[in-house]
């Protein structure tokens, strides 16, 4: 069975598909296990990296037919061992017509309609993880309906933690209201401006406010993080044929949260166990 995962801040710009690419690269690569990217964003970010990433001109299958099909297991594409996207492009902005043509009078189903239809790739992964675009909205409510965790990114530079925030409250509404059955996994600070510091008072906020929650690995700015969006991401070797050290650095970052990320998942698992 897989666990789903999906990033989230009801702002733009702060690193979420970033954190997704990454984490399912490093999930694949170094951990091996078996990942799925689902992109859930018409912008298609996401798909356009992992594309680059796979030598891929074009991502043909994408998650609209899907939808439409409702069956999204016919819209996977491979782009590493280990590693698979469904990929999106600008004919997803028409979701929320999909959702209302497919169930016009009934929210629960509209909104837990990526829930059904992830179900049938549950036993071919280990790990999935959904992208989304920043707003709260069908994207967004359909992720959180499907995912077991979230992974919040608190943008460091913004001197305001709300677009987390909103996004915590957001989920204990979902929680509340339609019995969703997602846990914070991690909250990930994230530093995108080239040159900027990490603003310490933030992190401390958040600390106070979500305790062990927020992770001790911080993602800095890297140049490198931002060249992969145009190169796709991979590791480069030196003449000598050794590893690009800019490349070591980037990854062991993402590296270092994931493991962060599963220390917080045995504690999790151990407490549902527990309860069992
Ligand atoms: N740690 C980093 N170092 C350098 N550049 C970064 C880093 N993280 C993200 N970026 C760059 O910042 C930009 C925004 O990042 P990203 O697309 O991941 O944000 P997002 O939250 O997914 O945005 P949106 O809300 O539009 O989906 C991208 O150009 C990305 O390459
Ligand atoms: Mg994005």
């Given at each position: 069975?897989?666990?789903?995962?999906?990033?989230?801040?009801?702002?733009?710009?702060?690193?979420?598909?970033?954190?997704?690419?990454?984490?399912?690269?490093?999930?694949?690569?170094?951990?091996?296990?078996?990942?799925?990217?689902?992109?859930?964003?018409?912008?298609?970010?996401?798909?356009?990296?992992?594309a680059k990433t796979g030598d891929i001109p074009v991502i043909e299958r994408n998650i609209t037919?899907?939808?439409?099909?409702?069956?999204?297991?016919?819209?996977?594409?491979?782009?590493?061992?280990?590693?698979?996207?469904?990929?999106?492009?600008?004919?997803?902005?028409?979701?929320?017509?999909?959702?209302?043509?497919?169930?016009?009078?009934?929210?629960?189903?509209?909104?837990?309609?990526?829930?059904?239809?992830?179900?049938?790739?549950?036993?071919?992964?280990?790990?999935?993880?959904?992208?989304?675009?920043?707003?709260?909205?069908?994207?967004?409510?359909?992720?959180?309906?499907?995912?077991?965790?979230?992974?919040i990114v608190l943008q460091t530079q913004s001197l305001s933690l709300d677009g987390a925030k909103?996004?915590?409250?957001?989920?204990?509404?979902?929680?509340?209201?339609?019995?969703?059955?997602?846990?914070?996994?991690?909250?990930?600070?994230?530093?995108?401006?080239?040159?900027?510091?990490?603003?310490?008072s933030i992190i401390e906020e958040a600390r106070q406010t979500y305790g062990n929650n927020v992770?001790?690995?911080?993602?800095?700015?890297?140049?490198?993080?931002?060249?992969?969006?145009?190169?796709?991401?991979?590791?480069?070797?030196?003449?000598?044929?050794?590893?690009?050290?800019?490349?070591?650095?980037?990854?062991?970052?993402?590296?270092?949260?994931?493991?962060?990320?599963?220390?917080?998942?045995?504690?999790?698992?151990?407490?549902?166990?527990?309860?069992?």
């Amino acid at each position: 069975m897989a666990t789903t995962y999906v990033v989230g801040n009801f702002k733009g710009g702060v690193g979420k598909t970033k954190l997704v690419t990454m984490l399912a690269y490093e999930n694949a690569a170094v951990k091996g296990k078996r990942t799925l990217v689902v992109d859930l964003d018409p912008q298609g970010n996401a798909t356009s990296i992992l594309a680059k990433t796979g030598d891929i001109p074009v991502i043909e299958r994408n998650i609209t037919n899907g939808f439409i099909d409702g069956d999204l297991t016919k819209q996977i594409t491979n782009i590493l061992p280990n590693l698979d996207i469904i990929g999106s492009n600008t004919a997803f902005r028409s979701l929320p017509k999909i959702l209302m043509k497919k169930f016009p009078d009934d929210d629960l189903s509209a909104m837990t309609y990526l829930r059904k239809l992830l179900e049938p790739l549950q036993a071919s992964y280990d790990s999935i993880y959904l992208d989304v675009p920043p707003t709260i909205s069908d994207y967004s409510d359909n992720a959180m309906m499907a995912a077991d965790y979230c992974i919040i990114v608190l943008q460091t530079q913004s001197l305001s933690l709300d677009g987390a925030k909103t996004y915590i409250a957001y989920m204990q509404y979902l929680a509340d209201t339609f019995d969703s059955k997602l846990d914070i996994l991690g909250i990930v600070a994230c530093m995108l401006r080239p040159g900027g510091r990490v603003d310490e008072s933030i992190i401390e906020e958040a600390r106070q406010t979500y305790g062990n929650n927020v992770l001790s690995t911080v993602i800095r700015y890297q140049e490198r993080l931002k060249a992969y969006d145009v190169e796709g991401i991979h590791v480069g070797e030196t003449k000598s044929g050794l590893k690009d050290s800019w490349d070591i650095k980037a990854h062991g970052v993402f590296v270092d949260v994931l493991d962060e990320l599963n220390a917080h998942e045995d504690v999790f698992r151990k407490m549902k166990e527990a309860r069992q």
